[in-house]
């Protein structure tokens, strides 16, 4: 596929732009008492209300046939059946076969059942995660385990730790999980001084194997544990890996039975439901971590099956390139009014603008249209008191989606109803805003002067009209926890092949890694850094003068 703007219905929806220019929210609200209803949709456990966005019947009959026209449905299918999507590396892209539903019995991808390698190390997990909650697997001293570290970063970290948090609730008492991500030695050196290696097993989770910082994270933890007691043989005892690389991690000492597999048609980004995912089954258990996985699969079928006009990953996909492309929106803000879910707009920043951003189409060619946003955010209530200034009253459009689970964990007096009641005052204030006139009566019944008014009024003016997302849940649990993670997963797919570039490579990380590299070669040695810009020499040399 060519550019975007190539498509017909792009044509259409930059001339309905001009048609909605002058359409406010609230009037298509006032005009339509249905509207709510009209533009609300379910699908595995969530419920999003788009009411709140920009769009009437034109607008979201334009958006799903852009989706259309751009080639959706057979990337669907595609990814579904396994074909190599993934055009840059020659990969399928297969997150949807960790969590097939049971009754599936195979998924032929280039001659391999895939499903089965899956199952086999589901099971090798169930295995993994009773040994030690049964205390049947035992430390080098013959003491139970009471301390799992996992230690990765990107794709082999932020999935995993954000989903751990998330499920809070579920925690079992036994074990508790901890994760190293930064090479800063403050990282590990913060973890490694409340535990006992003795009764401490480390998960090095590297699909590669070869990054950097889980090397020498993985590296500082072995030393520790061979400093405090440990021995080389006991290794076995207190390091796993999660790796597609079995040579490398054998090399570093594992046991090869404590090695989980991983595959090249799972991105790092999407790796959460591999055994990627262990810090997490260990964390709540085995059932849960299916019912997180289950609960992921029922987003998939409703993402393979639903037509586009209810599917909740199109329509918000769809509704995110209305934004990005059509109104310039460079930003898309994510507000989970739940405390558990608080690290999710960070996973969710990894996921998407790992994915998508991206500057060149399919074909190569650089593209002629924005693409993947820049994705924040962060938990309400507290972003209400800071950066919900801009999204109320700043100069750039920003995209909402509010999450929220319906029932709390732990409802205490009126906290649930009071966190509610922000998250739906936070979407309504959003789209009515404040009108001059407002402002000035508010002040005048304040008891201000006509001076006053004049002086303040317009400061309190807010325009209104900026579009949000709504989505509820009964209740945060594993499995409506994995079926929005899904959901955010297909809605970068969306998106991705509606601007027709390749979701799934992440070719522009490569660059900082080789240059690291360098520099660190460069600052260990006493190197000729002349053919450098002055910039880079002088930062060096700051450095190199700090270490004499
Ligand atoms: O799992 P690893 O091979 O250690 O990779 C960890 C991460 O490193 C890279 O920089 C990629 O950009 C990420 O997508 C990946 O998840």
Known sequence: MGSPTELTTWQKLAEHKQEMAAVSMKSLFEADPSRAEKYTTQAAGWTLDYAKNRANEKTISLLTDLAKEAGLESAIKGMFSGAHINNTEDRSVLHIALRASQAQESLMVDGVNVLAEVRATLKQMEQFVAQLHSGEWKGYSGKTITDVVSIGIGGSYLGPKVVAEALTPYKKDNIKVHFVANIDGSDITGKLKQLNPETTVFVIS?????????LSNA????DWFLSNGGTQENVSKHF????????KAVDFGMAKE????????????????????????????????????????????????????????????ALGVWYINF???QTHALIPYDH????????IQQLDMESNGKANLLNGDGVETDTGPIIWGGAGTNGQHAYHQLLHQGTRLVPVDFIAPLASHNPIGEHHT??????????QALMVGKTLEQAEQELRDAGATAEQVAKIAPHKVIKGNRPSNTLLTDKMTPATVGALIALYEHRTFVQGTIWGINSFDQWGVELGKVLGTDIYNRLVSDSDNSALDASTQALINAFKKAQS
């Open 327 to 329: 109104h310039n929106a």
């Open 219 to 222: 590296n500082a933890a072995r």
């Open 340 to 347: 558990y879910l608080r690290a999710m707009p960070a996973h």
């Open 258 to 317: 404590n090695i989980f597999p991983m595959w090249d048609w799972v991105g790092g980004r999407y790796s959460l439901w591999s055994a990627i995912g262990l810090p997490v089954a260990i964390a709540v258990g085995m059932d849960n971590f299916y019912a997180l996985l289950d609960g992921a699969h029922q987003m998939d079928e409703h993402f393979r099956t639903a037509p586009f006009e209810e599917n909740l990953p199109v329509i918000m996909g």
């Open 240 to 247: 796993a890996a999660v790796s597609s690389n079995v040579k």
């Open 418 to 427: 009071q966190l509610f009641a922000n998250c739906l005052s936070q979407s």
């Open 206 to 214: 590297s699909k590669t194997f070869g990054t950097l910082e889980t």
